[in-house]
């Protein structure tokens, strides 16, 4: 239970007022999840955020997710704690580089994971979240060449996955690739029988020697399932409060330490306050950009 602080309280006023909705990343800080209304990975908050009756949706993750929101529910508005708060892979590829690639591939169908901007989505066939891109490519003709951006761990994981030979750009998570093969095999030694869980964005040595590859809410389900008591965790590690919180008995530990993704830590709850104070920071699309990436979402969405 959460001890009503005056902070809080103010808080809990304002989202009251305000009509407002606390989304959380599964990724962000122990006190941000536990003030949030919803807790959840990529695909999860972007439906949340088509769902919901609430005016205005505070959203604590970094921008891109914010930017999906905003494209998803343009009549709303769509606040950002900390506006720096950014994803280094969605800043890997620029639309203009996009536009490039698609010139060498011109029969080439584009998949794009989540984590871009809104600019490179408005020129994307199909959207993808780590928890649907196997089920997207899948959805694809076969004969029909595939365009994979911007994240070459997805997009190498989800070609073996799929069976499908897939065009990749070098952009990477530089927060997963920090966990390595060799903290996953220390930690199975440390404690015999865990299970080790990573997320797609990791290196593909890591995901060769997991038991489980998953999205973050992948995890979280696998884990709750799962008959073992002990898991090893490689992804962001601000995961695991939710799994400590929703599995009492079990045990985890992270891969590496190491996987503490900056961007996702820049909300807190005082910036949460001060975001519903004065109505920021607002995450916006320009209409034209948003119909664009619109379609590349819808596609995703209607896939699953
Ligand atoms: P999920 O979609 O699995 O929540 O992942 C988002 C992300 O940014 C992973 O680094
Ligand atoms: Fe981006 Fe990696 Fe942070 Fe996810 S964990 S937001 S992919 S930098």
């Not at 439906?47 to 009756?53: D, H, M, N, R, V």
């Not at 506006?83 to 620029?94: K, R, S, V």
């Not at 951006?149 to 030979?165: C, E, F, H, M, N």
């Not at 104070?277 to 916006?284: Q, S």
């Amino acid at each position: 239970m959460m001890v009503e602080t005056d902070l809080i309280r103010k808080i809990n006023k304002l989202r009251k007022e305000r009509k407002a909705v606390i989304v959380a990343h599964n990724y962000q800080r122990p006190e941000v999840q536990d003030i949030a209304d919803y807790v959840g990975d990529s695909l999860e908050l972007a439906q949340i955020s088509a769902k919901t009756e609430a005016r205005v949706i505070v959203f604590c993750g970094v921008h891109f997710m914010a930017e999906t929101a905003s494209i998803i529910a343009p009549d709303k508005t769509i606040l950002i704690p900390d506006e720096n708060a950014g994803c280094p892979m969605a800043n890997m590829i620029t639309a203009k580089q996009l536009r490039e690639l698609k010139a060498k591939h011109p029969d080439a169908v584009v998949v794009t994971y989540v984590n871009s901007s809104a600019a490179v989505k408005a020129e994307s066939d199909y959207c993808c979240t780590s928890s649907n891109a196997v089920k997207v490519v899948n959805a694809i003709p076969k004969e029909k060449p595939i365009i994979f951006i911007p994240d070459q761990s997805l997009g190498g994981y989800t070609a073996v996955q799929s069976g499908r030979k897939l065009i990749l750009w070098s952009g990477y998570c530089p927060t997963h690739h920090r966990i390595m093969a060799k903290d996953i095999k220390a930690q199975k030694e440390k404690h015999p029988g865990a299970k080790g869980v990573v997320h797609p964005e990791c290196l593909e040595e890591v995901l060769n020697i997991a038991d489980k590859v998953a999205s973050t809410s992948g995890i979280l389900k696998y884990c709750k399932e799962s008959g073992a008591k002990e898991f090893i965790i490689g992804t962001e590690i601000g995961i695991i409060h939710r799994l400590k919180k929703e599995n009492p008995g079990k045990a985890f530990v992270a891969a590496s330490n190491l996987a503490d993704c900056p961007n996702m830590k820049l909300n807190t709850p005082e910036k949460i306050l001060w975001s519903l104070e004065d109505m920021a920071y607002r995450v916006t699309v320009s209409p034209d950009t948003a119909k664009k990436a619109m379609n590349s979402i819808r596609r995703m969405l209607e896939i699953g």
